[in-house]
């Protein structure tokens, strides 16, 4: 879900790749497949993957997203993907991938319908999910907030309402001691940002507000304090370790990062906008789920005497260490324009909708530009914290598949630039493996290796489907691929 963002000029990006083909090439193991000179060979034990959510592709549920809907405010969901009965065909559909990680999520208005009030026959069907996936040689992610809530927590005044901290965690407790035994990799809240700022800046959720500062605020501090309480609640409910590594619980936080840029990079404001809105967008909350940094007014420092919104910032140790990797979901960058005001101490606007003039060109089914080289930015940025990356969601909107494959072997050409510099990458999971229900988009834009068609449920995987399949089955991008699907014409410049 993300905003029409339009970058510069144009680029040829086969000088990156044949300047990367070789740095890490020719490494197969005795065993593994054997690569050709120029092949982006990934390490040993890369981790490919897919992402998908329950509310875009189960279908019949009731919730606040439904809710909203019904009024008028987004498409109706429907049937989505019929997954909820269909979900043997995808497991086989991603096994048939050749993939080690199934990315899903799990639907807490199925799972507690009331509060307080568990539904034993969802949770029966989620461990049903879980075995098959398990049973086909996937490891499944399991995220159990991506962007849609029971009613009775929307009633409850969702996540703008301290209350949040103690009804997630006590969902992360009962989830994690029901399905610990065929989990260990774990992510709470998808995208937590993107939620916050949807909600309180550009009510792109139910329940939103436009530029709701006091929102903003509340928002922030409660989906910390939420998210590491999941945390703890999962390591003191699973202790089952599923995979026999030693660890029953992994905590992912799965963070969509957009690399910044100014939108006019000679405008002196317009620098210092984009790396408050980086600040405020890519890395206050990691800091606070990392470091215990809990930064409100998003001003970079931390001070416990000021009252915002009637809250308080800190350093806090009930915060602090909940992240033990860090899911990067990268789609675009984020083009930003000064702004004085709109927020204090950040002062900056996104440059949504053609507001910064024209940026350059755009290729996406939603307009999104194209643009690999900003998830190599993103992995750079994000590896000061220590932590073990995996791209968490990467893909693009693309019904004809004609741009995806170009999208795809560009991107993993950037993921494995980052990894040739010594960056910490563990793994890729490409969103999606079916056409599903893209929010406020419903059905039209199509993000699938697998072609939905919704009126028969019938799956045909498009020919994208088979190129990520070879890619996985070689652990590598052949130079032959790199050679063939560029992105001479469509994307912007490099620059990075
Ligand atoms: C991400 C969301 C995911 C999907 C993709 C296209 O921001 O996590 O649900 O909408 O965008």
């Given at each position: 879900m993300?905003?029409?963002?339009?970058?510069?000029?144009?680029?040829?990006?086969?000088?990156?790749?044949?300047?990367?083909?070789?740095?890490?090439?020719?490494?197969?193991?005795?065993?593994?497949?054997?690569?050709?000179?120029?092949?982006?060979?990934?390490?040993?034990?890369?981790?490919?993957?897919?992402?998908?959510?329950?509310?875009?592709?189960?279908?019949?549920?009731?919730?606040?997203?439904?809710?909203?809907?019904?009024?008028?405010?987004?498409?109706?969901?429907?049937?989505?993907?019929?997954?909820?009965?269909?979900?043997?065909?995808?497991?086989?559909?991603?096994?048939?991938?050749?993939?080690?990680?199934?990315?899903?999520?799990?639907?807490?208005?199925?799972?507690?319908?009331?509060?307080?009030?568990?539904?034993?026959?969802?949770?029966?069907?989620?461990?049903?999910?879980?075995?098959?996936?398990?049973?086909?040689?996937?490891?499944?992610?399991?995220?159990?907030h991506?962007f849609?809530n029971?009613?009775?927590?929307?009633?409850?005044?969702g996540w703008a309402d301290?209350?949040i901290?103690?009804?997630?965690?006590?969902?992360?407790?009962?989830?994690?001691?029901?399905?610990?035994?065929?989990?260990?990799?774990?992510?709470p809240q998808n995208e937590s940002v993107v939620y916050i700022t949807g909600l309180s800046l550009v009510n792109t959720f139910p329940g939103g507000q436009?530029f709701d500062l006091d929102l903003l605020h509340r928002m922030f501090r409660h989906t910390v304090f939420a998210n590491?309480?999941?945390?703890?609640?999962?390591?003191?409910?699973?202790?089952?370790?599923?995979?026999?590594?030693?660890?029953?619980?992994?905590?992912?936080l799965?963070h969509a990062?957009s690399?910044?840029?100014?939108?006019?990079?000679?405008?002196?404001?317009?620098?210092?906008?984009?790396?408050?809105w980086?600040?405020l967008y890519n890395l206050a909350f990691v800091?606070a789920l990392?470091?215990?940094?809990l930064d409100l007014?998003f001003?970079?420092?931390?001070?416990?005497?000021?009252?915002?919104s009637?809250l308080?910032?800190?350093?806090?140790?009930?915060?602090?260490?909940?992240?033990?990797?860090?899911?990067?979901?990268?789609?675009?960058?984020?083009?930003?324009?000064?702004?004085?005001?709109?927020i204090?101490?950040v002062?900056?606007?996104?440059?949504?909708?053609?507001?910064?003039?024209?940026?350059?060109?755009?290729?996406?089914?939603?307009?999104?530009?194209?643009?690999?080289?900003?998830?190599?930015?993103?992995?750079?940025?994000?590896?000061?914290?220590?932590?073990?990356?995996?791209?968490?969601?990467?893909?693009?909107?693309?019904?004809?598949?004609?741009?995806?494959?170009?999208?795809?072997?560009?991107?993993?050409?950037?993921?494995?630039?980052?990894?040739?510099?010594?960056?910490?990458?563990?793994?890729?999971?490409?969103?999606?493996?079916?056409?599903?229900?893209?929010?406020?988009?419903?059905?039209?834009?199509?993000?699938?290796?697998?072609?939905?068609?919704?009126?028969?449920?019938?799956?045909?995987?498009?020919?994208?489907?088979?190129?990520?399949?070879?890619?996985?089955?070689?652990?590598?991008?052949?130079?032959?691929?790199?050679?063939?699907?560029?992105?001479?014409?469509?994307?912007?410049?490099?620059?990075?």
């Amino acid at each position: 879900m993300r905003p029409a963002i339009r970058p510069g000029s144009r680029l040829v990006l086969p000088a990156v790749a044949s300047a990367l083909a070789g740095a890490l090439c020719c490494a197969s193991s005795s065993s593994g497949p054997v690569h050709a000179p120029g092949d982006l060979v990934f390490p040993d034990g890369f981790q490919w993957g897919v992402a998908m959510s329950a509310f875009q592709t189960e279908g019949h549920v009731e919730n606040d997203w439904t809710d909203w809907a019904a009024a008028g405010k987004a498409p109706l969901l429907g049937d989505a993907c019929d997954s909820w009965n269909r979900w043997p065909e995808d497991v086989q559909l991603a096994a048939d991938l050749g993939v080690k990680v199934f990315r899903m999520s799990v639907e807490w208005a199925r799972i507690e319908p009331q509060e307080g009030a568990f539904d034993e026959a969802a949770i029966a069907h989620y461990r049903d999910v879980l075995t098959a996936v398990r049973k086909a040689g996937m490891e499944p992610l399991v995220t159990l907030h991506h962007f849609t809530n029971p009613r009775w927590v929307a009633a409850a005044g969702g996540w703008a309402d301290p209350r949040i901290v103690e009804s997630f965690k006590a969902y992360a407790a009962f989830v994690g001691q029901r399905l610990g035994d065929l989990v260990d990799q774990w992510n709470p809240q998808n995208e937590s940002v993107v939620y916050i700022t949807g909600l309180s800046l550009v009510n792109t959720f139910p329940g939103g507000q436009i530029f709701d500062l006091d929102l903003l605020h509340r928002m922030f501090r409660h989906t910390v304090f939420a998210n590491a309480a999941a945390v703890d609640a999962l390591r003191a409910s699973d202790t089952k370790d599923a995979d026999g590594d030693g660890k029953p619980v992994v905590a992912w936080l799965v963070h969509a990062t957009s690399p910044t840029y100014p939108a006019d990079p000679e405008n002196p404001d317009d620098v210092t906008a984009a790396a408050n809105w980086d600040y405020l967008y890519n890395l206050a909350f990691v800091n606070a789920l990392v470091k215990g940094e809990l930064d409100l007014d998003f001003d970079r420092k931390i001070d416990p005497t000021i009252d915002i919104s009637g809250l308080h910032e800190g350093i806090f140790d009930e915060l602090k260490g909940r992240v033990d990797l860090l899911g990067i979901n990268y789609y675009a960058r984020n083009f930003v324009m000064a702004s004085p005001g709109l927020i204090p101490n950040v002062d900056a606007l996104p440059c949504v909708n053609g507001m910064c003039g024209d940026l350059g060109p755009v290729a996406g089914d939603n307009g999104n530009e194209v643009y690999p080289p900003g998830l190599y930015r993103a992995l750079k940025e994000f590896a000061p914290f220590g932590l073990p990356l995996t791209v968490s969601e990467n893909g693009v909107a693309d019904a004809a598949d004609t741009l995806r494959p170009a999208f795809l072997v560009q991107h993993l050409a950037q993921v494995h630039r980052a990894i040739a510099e010594g960056i910490d990458v563990r793994g890729y999971l490409h969103w999606s493996l079916l056409d599903n229900y893209e929010w406020a988009s419903g059905y039209t834009m199509k993000f699938g290796l697998v072609a939905v068609d919704f009126a028969t449920q019938a799956r045909t995987p498009r020919p994208s489907f088979a190129l990520y399949r070879d890619i996985a089955a070689a652990n590598a991008v052949p130079k032959t691929a790199l050679d063939q699907w560029t992105l001479d014409g469509i994307v912007a410049a490099p620059g990075d």
